[in-house]
């Protein structure tokens, strides 16, 4: 099975600050054959499902505010919050969508600082 | 607007049975993958199984293989999950979705094995 091993597994950053979280797995996601990566990302507060993000590793979902951007390509990614605002307190996951069994990422808590 | 409302959770003791439903809205449910994924209580996600459009091809987490079913009813635009044999560790937070990326989701269904 893929391992998703996302980094760090909690995270405190100032509002108006730049928030990281990185992702990576234990197999390339990367599809040759469309040159897609296989990657998503997605946000979760308590007590409510979770919500995508991100998709094809750097495709923003409709809706969601452009302070979010995914990157990076096979093995290694990265959620970028580019002005954490106190609404992105969440669990952050990764998650393959290449391989089956999919598999998520443990899980990054962000918090304000 | 895209709906898909888990049900059939609840209190089971262990070695027991119960059966999950999704119904789904909103969309061509018959032209899209689906799958099922859990959370345990204070846990991250866990996908748990995914199932083809037509219902023919299915795959399972190993924890689960040989005690679950997913299937659907493409007629009824309803997914389900059978879950026999539970355990404790199979209590958590059973939440539908398409699958691939995964867009939409159900609001979950609490299943709690406990004696």
Sequence with gaps: ?113 | EVQLVDSGGGLVQPGGSLRLSCAASGFTFSNYWMTWVRQAPGKGLEWVANINQDGREKYYVDSVKGRFTISRDNAKNSLYLQMNSLTVEDTAIYYCAKDGYNDYWGQGTLVTVSS
């Design chain 1, 1 to 113: 099975d893929i391992v998703m091993t996302q980094s760090p597994d909690s995270l405190a950053v100032s509002l108006g600050e730049r928030a990281t979280i990185n992702c990576k797995s234990s197999q390339s996601v990367l599809y040759n054959s469309n040159n897609k990566n296989y990657l998503a990302w997605y946000q979760q507060k308590p007590g409510q499902p979770p919500k995508l993000l991100i998709y094809w590793a750097s495709t923003r979902q409709s809706g969601v505010p452009d302070r979010f951007s995914g990157s990076g390509s096979g093995t290694d990614f990265t959620l970028t919050i580019s002005s954490l605002q106190a609404e992105d307190v969440a669990v952050y996951y990764c998650q393959q969508y290449y391989f089956t069994p999919r598999t998520f990422g443990q899980g990054t808590k962000l918090e304000i600082k």
